[in-house]
């Protein structure tokens, strides 16, 4: 089931210590158990796994439960033991595992959506289970009756989703590339704003409560991290991975708008009274993404690399700034890490300095992340 591969070495660099095979398709999620050697897995094949490490340093399947469909995602909570499975027909089934690990008793099962489950947050404070799904809906229920409490709906699929225990905010992003913020309440809820920034689907959220700050990864290779705090509208962006995942920080330019391109002045196609005036068509808005001004397609024909601001591909840059870059600009300063496998999902438990990564071919690995944590080094792995 498992190899030990390595034990701890002083290095910089993740290594592998396990690796976990005996899935019979994808694996959906995997999470590090709290003060123990264990992992927990769900996957496609139906199955929830619980992971326990042997004295011989390999680690073996204590719990092996299949369920009726697909397992999408999971949320556990340790202090508990309380684990809550999505699944493909958009079930969410309530577990309390033993303090041994060696067994699972089935608590509930929740009628959330009425398709794939993509996401869940449990809440022991609010004592609800928030879910996403792929009929374009965020739901919360009661885990005590077990009944529906509200319910909200998206243009688009809604895919992942973060949740603030202490002011009962979700965060939800969507196929659209948006993330919307809602303030859930028991029998209603209220839409605070949507955060626009990426032009891929929102693949990804982390909520990171204590400086309020909210990371989102995309389809369009960045991550994005939102000051929601600050309240000033302040932005990170860190650029995402084309066939490795790489993080380099950045104070990112605010998106101007404009009704006509801030360089040549060319009307967009939303500006109808200057399109009529010039007698011209108007053009379609980009933005440069070193200063962030509006232009047209002709005013931003380069592009380039611009790793200090974060940028290790080649981006839309404006005439002006292209010309404005050095070659020394242009040196890379992102740590590229290979993960060896398709990885889908990660887990870390920063305490012990460990990584868990699961995906599609069916493998969870165990890495030592200690050394790189130490170093402060940001860390990817390939996404192939």
């Known amino acids: ?54 004295d011989s340093g390999q680690y073996w399947p204590s719990i092996y439960h299949m369920v009726s469909s697909a397992c999408s995602c ?9 684990i809550f499975i ?13 303090e041994d690990f060696n067994k699972m008793n089935h608590v509930k099962t929740y009628p959330a959506h009425q398709g794939r489950v993509s ?20 739901s919360w229920m009661c885990t005590q009756s077990g009944s529906m409490l509200g319910r909200h709906f998206f243009s688009s699929w809604a895919t992942c989703l973060q949740y603030d225990n202490d002011t009962r905010h979700a965060f939800v992003g969507d196929c659209s590339g948006q993330i919307t913020l809602l303030k859930l309440e028991r029998d209603t809820y209220s839409t605070i704003t949507t955060l626009k920034g990426h032009e891929g689907s929102i693949a990804a959220l982390w909520w990171e409560p204590v400086q309020r700050w909210l990371f989102s990864g995309a389809s369009d290779h960045s991550v994005i991290m939102w000051d929601i705090g600050g309240r000033q509208g302040r932005t990170l962006l860190l650029q995402g991975h084309h066939h490795l995942f790489i993080f380099s920080f950045l104070q990112a330019p605010q998106w101007l708008e404009s009704d006509s391109c801030q360089k040549c002045e060319q009307p967009f196609f939303w500006n109808i009274k200057q399109m009529w005036d010039t007698k011209t068509l108007g053009l379609r808005q980009h933005h440069c993404r070193k200063c962030g001004k509006a232009i047209c397609g002709k005013c931003s024909s380069k592009r380039s690399t611009y790793p200090v601001m974060g940028f290790e591909f080649q981006v839309r840059m404006c005439d002006d700034c292209h010309s404005a870059i050095k070659d020394e600009d242009r040196t890379s300063l992102a740590t590229f890490h290979e993960g060896k496998h398709n990885i889908s999902h990660m887990d870390m438990d920063p305490a012990r300095g460990l990584m868990v990564t699961c995906g599609s071919d069916r493998i969870v690995k165990i890495w030592d992340m200690m050394q790189v944590v130490d170093c402060g080094i940001a860390t990817g792995l390939s996404s192939r």
């Open 74 to 82: 999971m949320s556990y909570h340790h202090e508990s033991r309380r």
């Open 1 to 54: 089931m498992a190899a030990e591969i390595h034990s701890r070495p002083q290095t910089s660099r993740p290594v592998l210590l396990n690796k976990i095979e005996g899935h019979q398709d994808a694996v959906n999620a995997a999470v590090l158990i709290p003060k123990e050697d264990g992992v927990i897995t769900v996957s496609e094949d139906r199955t929830i796994r619980v992971w326990l490490k042997r």
């Open 86 to 98: 999505g699944q493909d027909n958009g079930a969410v089934v309530e577990f309390l595992i033993s």
């Open 119 to 138: 996401d869940m947050v449990f809440s022991l404070l609010s004592q609800w289970v928030v879910s996403t799904g792929h009929d374009k809906s965020v």
